[in-house]
């Protein structure tokens, strides 16, 4: 005969404990009971102690966690002086009254303000303080045996009993045999058999909040001592070396120094960009990559490879990423006499998706006007990488299909000598003139590959002789990024654990009856409400109700003698429903 009952919600400590369940029904949880309401005693001790078990409770470490999501977001809106100086003090020049709110909130340096510093410590101090005590409690249950069987199975939420001629030893044994078959932990203790499953969800709980103190320190750890810079490099022209004067600009974190920079170079064989030549993707990139010869330290053998984007050269803890390609113009600059003074590709910055580019070409010692005169040439660029008729203003490709370049050139002083730095893409003309053509027109000139623009009065010439590529590497260096990464998949497995995985207590209880016949009872008891725990109870019951046969109820006897076994006589069926809360067969 099968019996179910509930009267509380199981995992309840509380309300176990109202029931009798005592140490049965505790202890399915190593996490803290909420204490927030709780009330300090008096005295700096009392205050200490009642603080301290706030900022240990889970709900103020989601709080403090909630608040650090949220502090991030003005750093990911607002230009930060860390990462670009150049965006901060434009937005300074455009929002003054503003400006000056955000220096007094630290939004221009949000993760290095008091503020989320502040944030970043409770709540590393907040999951250690949690984690410890839970750790060393979860370790103590580990070693200990599963709580012995209530004094009222019938209380529990999931029950079922019956009757069997088998000897209550008997029973027992073959309920610890199967528990432990079924990879419960299982002992006897008295007249019952307590077994307890589910000890991973703990495991994945704790793992969960350990991976997170990981991530803490790892993102701390690697913001205070990264490193990250970028370099262009053209086809054949030279190479970069680790240092800090190689890079084209440089950022890193506060405890970052020098000699932490792994040693190595490379150097950009060719860049090779292909495009989808038809269709709605036409000029889509197809292949994007770069062909490097490297060396690690000083005296390291050259190796070949190729960077693709998302595909990076890793050197130790270094990175070398592929973040952006364009063209380079090889031009030739002589003077009236036929000196050449300047040869060079000059790298111009693309300005859309099929690589329309603008740039500067600059002439700062050598040149000699007409008159024998030194100066300065400034020489304005764009180019069009496939020029199309009738459509001078943008290129209708990105690779080299007619590539036109349009030069307009300018003499004088570049402003370079005066000590305010400025950009190679950018030309001052505050100092220069203009050149002037045949018809009082400023000179402008459209060349294709091999040409020549003669300048006027014999003040030299400008050849545009070929084109190469260039390419851009971000070159990082962040440690910990490996521990932040493992601690992330740990996090994930963590609490899919602690989600899907139940903790479950079951009990076997096997004693003789007044008639002589034993009376089994079956229990178990879950964290929370699931259907999980009787249908699990319920496949047992019936595995060893196959091994101590039911017998019959002496209510039910009509007539036949005392141990009759007639199946059609008793109900014999061991499966278990949870019944409805407050009610009791």
């Not at 009254?97 to 630290?106: F, I, M």
């Not at 029950?159 to 932990?185: D, G, I, N, S």
């Not at 004088?412 to 305010?420: C, N």
Request: proline residues 6%; charged residues 20%.
């Amino acid at each position: 005969m099968s019996k179910s009952t509930a009267n509380a919600g199981p995992g309840e400590t509380p309300a176990a404990e109202e029931q009798g369940l005592g140490a049965a029904g505790s202890q399915l949880s190593t996490a803290p009971a909420d204490s927030l309401a709780d009330m300090p005693g008096l005295g700096v001790v009392g205050w200490a102690r009642w603080f301290w078990r706030q900022l240990t409770s889970m709900r103020v470490a989601l709080l403090l966690l909630l608040l650090l999501a949220l502090g991030a977001i003005p750093g990911s809106l607002i230009p930060q002086s860390g990462n670009d100086e150049t965006k901060v003090a434009d937005f300074r020049r455009a929002h003054e009254s503003l400006a000056v709110v955000y220096d007094r909130l630290g939004l221009f340096h949000v993760y290095s303000s008091v503020w989320f510093s502040a944030i970043y410590l409770l709540l590393f101090i907040s999951l250690v303080g949690c984690i410890v005590p839970r750790t060393w409690q979860f370790v103590g249950q580990l070693r200990g045996r599963p709580p012995g069987a209530p004094r009222t199975l019938t209380r529990l939420p999931a029950y079922t009993t019956w009757r069997t001629q088998a000897e209550p030893e008997q029973v027992r044994e073959a309920a610890l045999a199967l528990l432990k078959k079924r990879r419960f932990r299982a002992h006897a203790s008295g007249d019952a058999v307590a077994a307890e499953k589910g000890y991973l969800r703990e495991v994945g709980n704790l793992a969960f909040h350990i991976a997170l103190i990981v991530m803490l320190i790892a993102f701390a750890w690697g913001q205070l001592f990264k490193s990250e810079g970028n370099k262009l490099l053209v086809e054949g022209s030279g190479g970069f070396s680790n240092t800090l004067i190689s890079y084209d600009d440089f950022k890193s974190g506060n405890l970052f120094d020098t000699d932490d920079l792994n040693p190595f170079s490379f150097s950009l064989d060719k860049f090779t960009g292909t495009y989808e030549t038809s269709g709605p993707n036409t000029g889509t990139p197809r292949t994007y990559q770069a062909a490097l010869t490297y060396s690690v330290g000083a005296y390291g053998k050259d190796a070949k490879t190729l960077v693709k984007v998302n595909h990076p050269l890793e050197i130790d803890d270094s990175k070398v990423y592929l973040t952006a390609h364009g063209y380079a113009p090889v031009i030739t600059v002589r003077d009236g006499k036929g000196k050449v003074v300047f040869h060079d590709a000059v790298p111009l910055l693309p300005l859309d998706s099929n690589v329309t580019s603008s740039g500067v070409i600059k002439v700062l010692d050598g040149y000699r006007n007409a008159r024998g005169v030194s100066e300065q040439l400034g020489i304005s660029a764009f180019f069009l990488p496939t020029y199309t008729p009738g459509s001078e203003t943008a290129s209708t490709f990105p690779s080299l299909r007619n590539p036109v370049l349009n030069l307009t050139p300018y003499h004088g002083d570049l402003g370079v000598d005066s000590g305010i730095p400025q950009s190679v893409y950018q030309l001052d003309k505050s100092h220069m003139k203009e050149f002037k053509d045949s018809k009082k027109a400023q000179l402008r000139a459209n060349l294709k590959p091999g040409e020549t623009m003669t300048l006027p009065d014999g003040a030299g010439t400008v050849t545009y002789d070929s084109t190469r590529q260039w390419a851009n590497f971000q070159i990082t260096q962040q440690p910990g990024s490996g521990w932040a990464l493992g601690g992330a998949i740990t996090a994930i497995f963590g609490l899919a654990a602690s989600l899907f995985i139940q903790r479950r207590r079951v009990w076997v209880r096997a004693v003789r009856g007044a008639d002589g016949v034993t009376v089994v009872e079956m229990a178990g008891l879950g964290r929370s409400e699931s259907a999980k725990v009787p249908e699990e109870l319920g496949a047992l019951a019936t595995t060893l109700y196959d091994q101590a046969a039911g017998a019959p109820d002496p209510a039910d006897d009509s007539g036949d003698s005392p141990g009759s076994t007639d199946p059609h006589a008793v109900s014999t069926d061991p499966h278990v429903v949870p019944a409805e809360k407050g009610a009791e067969q």
